[in-house]
């Protein structure tokens, strides 16, 4: 029996990264090399012409596959790593059955875990997701087995991280994590956004920003700190080639796993050295700049939320201050 994967774990069964690029190493047949990675609209091309059924769909693994081909590459780059990585183990648990025997009591028992309770929330999300597809549009099941079905209680994330605590963990970063906390408190933009904005994008005007999670357009202006912020990318070495804003040291831009690897040593050498009492994730930095702003209207457009109540209720996380009836 295989291992599970340590990293990438995203990624198809039988494909691997080697050199930069993605190859598919079935253990019976020649390795066959997809695309350079980061590529993925290549990859799913390959892996649509690899697993396309000949008759009509009887497994939940060959649904599973047509999502993957016609939906996944319409999403957001982190949210198809995330989505493959929940299929990958949708598919072990329930891909050898009909689309229409797996029933309500079949997801119960899936969710009923002692740990991990919100990653099975999130696959059973992905699952429902896949059902209405094949359900509504597909027509290869009956009915969505997850619709119904009460999920795992959560609790919204009120970590709030203050000025000590930025301060403490700003203190021992290197300057690629200090450009990426400083952008990230600015402008109150996504993880994803920040390691992907290109020089290009940085106009005399400001940043201009197309989100990959909710595709909202936005406008950044420039201050004095987010300029002087922009002039210490710029000083990056090397200096060339110089496209993204923060870079590696080969002058590549940061992977999600790979920023996301840089941040967890960090927080490892602040929780160490107990700089911080505890960990926040950079996700909470972006909380920390709706929650630092004047007004939750300025937070709002800044961090190109869908509805006013997403910053409120979940981006907010300091006391606010308001004023006395009389």
């Given at each position: ?20 690029a993605y190859w598919y190493r079935p253990p019976d047949a020649k390795s066959v090399r997809i ?292």
């Amino acid at each position: 029996m295989a291992r599970p994967r340590t990293t990438n774990a995203y990624l198809p069964k039988y494909v691997t990264v080697i050199h930069g690029a993605y190859w598919y190493r079935p253990p019976d047949a020649k390795s066959v090399r997809i695309a350079a990675e980061g590529d993925l609209a290549g990859l799913y091309k390959f892996m649509a012409k690899l697993t396309a059924p000949e008759g009509p769909i009887t497994r939940m693994s060959e649904v599973f596959d047509r999502y993957i081909r016609e939906v996944v590459p319409t999403l957001a780059e982190r949210t198809q790593k995330d989505y493959l990585r929940h299929l990958s183990i949708l598919r072990a648990w329930c891909g050898h059955m009909h689309p229409d025997e797996l029933e309500p009591k079949d997801i119960g028992k899936f969710l009923d875990v002692e740990k991990g309770k919100i990653q099975r929330n999130r696959q059973v999300a992905v699952l429902s997701a896949v059902y209405a597809k094949a359900v509504g549009r597909w027509y290869v099941a009956q009915k969505n087995p997850c619709r119904d079905v009460e999920r795992n209680p959560t609790h919204r994330r009120t970590r709030y991280v203050t000025d000590e605590e930025y301060l403490a963990v700003y203190t021992l970063a290197s300057e690629r994590t200090r450009l990426m906390m400083d952008l990230a408190l600015i402008t109150g933009q996504r993880q994803g956004d920040l390691i992907a904005l290109k020089w290009e994008a940085v106009t005399d005007s400001g940043i201009r920003l197309q989100q990959g999670k909710t595709g909202k357009k936005l406008i950044i202006t420039k201050s004095e700190v987010l300029e002087a912020v922009l002039e210490r990318a710029k000083a990056l070495k090397p200096d060339l080639p110089r496209e993204y804003v923060v870079r590696t040291r080969k002058g590549r831009p940061y992977t999600s796993e790979g920023f996301r690897a840089v941040w967890q040593r960090t927080m490892n050498q602040a929780m160490r050295k107990k700089v911080i009492q505890e960990r926040f994730t950079f996700h909470d930095l972006r909380a920390k700049s709706v929650s630092d702003s004047e007004t939750l209207e300025q937070a709002f457009e800044r961090a190109g939320h869908t509805s006013m109540s997403m910053t409120r209720g979940v981006y907010d996380r300091n006391f606010r201050k308001v004023t006395p009836l009389k």
